[in-house]
């Protein structure tokens, strides 16, 4: 075992879009574990829309990132070493090892992976957090009922994709919103939405709330929000009553940072926002994952078997090298990977 | 019976705040009930926030008054000729008989009021539309649990009277906010809030929002939203995780109309709307009480015994005349009137 591992610490904050600068790709002395722990060489790790938050040291709901310290991230990996009765080397651990090379933690902390009943990688994708999100979202704050039309952006990520085919089982009409000609065709062809709008061919709000109001002639029952942005104002006005909108995420303000009133609303106003949620009977929850773990296992005993029946499809892509992170973070939150985006890290 | 009665019609739209124009007092033929048909004569008409609503034809949860149409109103009064089974003159009737003097509607359309229950004026406000609304959205949307703390603006309203007072019957901080230091004093020393804040003592959101974080030292559980605007404004970052907001109307906001990206924001974006949304997982649920009516028989079970006994208190400010009921009305969405707006007819 050699005595150094590598990771990517935050050099400093961003201020709108992150750039290499933000970013510093070291060696750092290799843990070992204490009484209780286990060291994990990571195999690949997760990239998601969330950490962009965690760059910025606004209030949210979880602590940021301190300067100097490790970007955090998900990871799937196999014990190296054990100090914990738990997990002996050889055997495959998920947990929140950050953006490095390895990863040290109790063994409470991590969560045992079965090579042999799904690949490793989904247990960050269509089996792990992101499908989780989608579906806990979907189920406890969207209600989905059958006849109904559902709208959710980022259709081919990992959590769109699972919202989307989860409601299409459930007998809704699915209308995905993605980037580019490639995306739409992935939504419709393999993850089987309905139909997928191509969120750039439309210039403004107004155009893609046009295009949406065709998508969608009975109106829009649940917007799954994870974007925010030009979408969010398509959608407000074609939002039925009674409508349902699960808030996970909303990228395209991510780059805002602490969004006061200097932030881009366009067309959309507060109070225009806020009228909508009364005059429609709206329900409007945010939600962050990490409250509802208790929920995981239900969630694994009803997708997994689809997932392994080809019911519910992923979609993975893979960059390879923890080196290549930053990059590849930066790209996807333009958009830039198709289906869920992963590091290969061995 | 003479063969004429008196209405105010609606003779204009607004722009802006409604003036004397918009209103037009005037003679009328009186109706003869039709087969099932119930004529009342009004003695006590009530005057609610939401009739602005009603005087613009943007989109909302209900048909705006036509221009001409009568104005919008409940109203309780004798039955003076009847054509139902169900009623006989000499009863007492609640109905939407508008803003006139007398009403002519279906008999399954009316409400028995037993005017020795209670003055057959709670059934405008505390035991009416407007207290129904307020315990329907605490309980509902609300979700109180003892302990907790809750903010209601126009507190010495009959909404904002009775959801402060429900919520301080359950165990939670009660943190009113009214417009004027009788107001306070009264929903102090009336209504048992545990504090009041006058909105006109604070220029800015941000200067009253810092009076509220001293009144609500744990921070903001539940905002029951009457006003938007200002209060919101000082309001959503006192929100705590998982706070509830429950919409029932938003009066600083009424005069913008159809409030498009134009209508004033001041200080509240959009995005930050939604981030708070986000980031503290707060519940926020647009209701109308028309789709509640179901509930309304175990409110009356509930609350019509503590007003009988005192335990729940109410206060109504009576207007003389019908014909000054759009002057009454006017003053009443500037907040003039103190308490429960009523207009006596006969």
Redesign the interface.
């Known amino acids: 075992m050699t005595d150094q591992m590598y990771r990517v610490a935050l050099a400093s904050r961003p201020s709108g879009a992150p750039t290499t600068e933000n970013f510093r790709y070291e060696p750092v002395p290799m843990p070992e574990p204490a009484e209780g722990e286990v060291l994990v060489r990571v195999h690949y790790m997760s990239l998601d829309p969330y950490m962009r938050g965690r760059m910025d040291d606004a ?3 979880a602590a940021p990132v301190p300067i100097g310290g490790t970007m955090e991230a998900g990871a799937v990996g196999e014990v190296i070493a054990s100090n914990s009765p738990a997990f002996k080397p050889g055997d495959f651990a998920f947990g929140m090892f950050g953006w490095a090379t390895h990863g040290c933690l109790p063994a409470k902390m991590l969560r045992k992976i079965d090579p042999d009943q799904a690949p490793i990688t989904t247990s960050l994708g269509v089996l792990g957090m992101p499908g989780f999100t989608g579906w806990q979202g979907l189920m406890e704050y969207g209600r989905p009922k059958a006849g109904e039309t559902l709208v959710v952006a980022a259709a081919t990520g990992p959590v769109g994709s699972m919202v989307g085919q989860v409601a299409r089982l459930m007998g809704l009409r699915t209308v995905g919103i993605a980037g580019g000609a490639d995306k739409c065709r992935m939504a419709t062809e393999t993850f089987g939405f309905d139909d997928c709008l191509d969120h750039r061919a439309y210039a403004t709000a107004k155009d893609l709330r046009a295009a949406l109001s065709d998508a969608c002639p009975d109106g829009i029952d649940i917007y799954f ?1 994870n974007v ?2 030009k979408v ?1 104002e398509a959608v407000i006005p074609l939002m039925n ?1 009674f409508g349902r909108i699960p ?4 990228i395209a ?1 991510y780059d ?1 940072g602490g ?30 994952i990490s ?1 509802h773990w208790n929920r995981f296992p239900t969630f694994l005993n009803e997708i997994a078997p689809k997932v392994a029946s080809g019911e519910i499809k992923y979609v993975e892509d893979v960059a390879e090298g923890l080196e290549n992170a930053p990059a590849t973070f930066m790209s996807m939150l333009k958009g830039g990977n198709h289906g869920k985006q992963i590091v290969k890290v061995i």
Chains 1, 2 share one sequence.
């Open positions: 209030k949210s709901y929000e925010g942005g969010l009553n808030i996970c995420g909303m303000w805002a969004l006061g009133a200097g932030a881009a609303a366009e067309g959309l106003s507060a109070p225009a926002l806020w009228r909508n949620i009364l005059v429609k009977f709206l329900s409007v929850n945010g939600f962050i409250n």
